[in-house]
Nanobody
Framework: VQLQAFGGGLVQTGGSLRLSCEVS????????MGWFRQAPGKERETVAR???????FYADSVKGRFTISRDNAKNTCYLQMNNLQPEDTAVYYC????????????WGQGTLVTVSS
């Protein structure tokens, strides 16, 4: 199983980035997907999740600014991030969860997002 995250980079406050997570080695449409992030010195936190059927969840800190989506035909999950703030600076990870699993099972390598003030 491979999850490859792309799209991180350096952006100014108020800017936008779109992260992509390309998945292989599993039945993508059968898995829930999530984006998580970890800032230096902080614990990993949930950013957004999307179910197999497209239901979404967002952390309060990103509601209204971030949008998670998935394209089952392309085995890809996206995170559109708008109005980025310095506190969004972190390594962003995508993850997949097997059906009926309690936790996320598969993780990508992470992509760094840096928001300059």
């Amino acid at each position: 199983v491979q999850l490859q995250a792309f799209g991180g980079g350096l952006v100014q406050t108020g800017g936008s980035l779109r992260l992509s997570c390309e998945v292989s080695g599993l039945t993508f449409r059968s898995h829930a997907m999530g984006w998580f992030r970890q800032a230096p010195g902080k614990e990993r936190e949930t950013v957004a999740r999307i179910t197999r059927s497209g239901g979404t969840f967002y952390a309060d800190s990103v509601k209204g600014r971030f949008t998670i989506s998935r394209d089952n035909a392309k085995n890809t999950c996206y995170l559109q991030m708008n109005n980025l703030q310095p506190e969004d600076t972190a390594v962003y990870y995508c993850s997949a969860r097997r059906p009926f699993a309690a936790d996320y099972n598969y993780w990508g390598q992470g992509t760094l997002v840096t928001v300059s003030s």
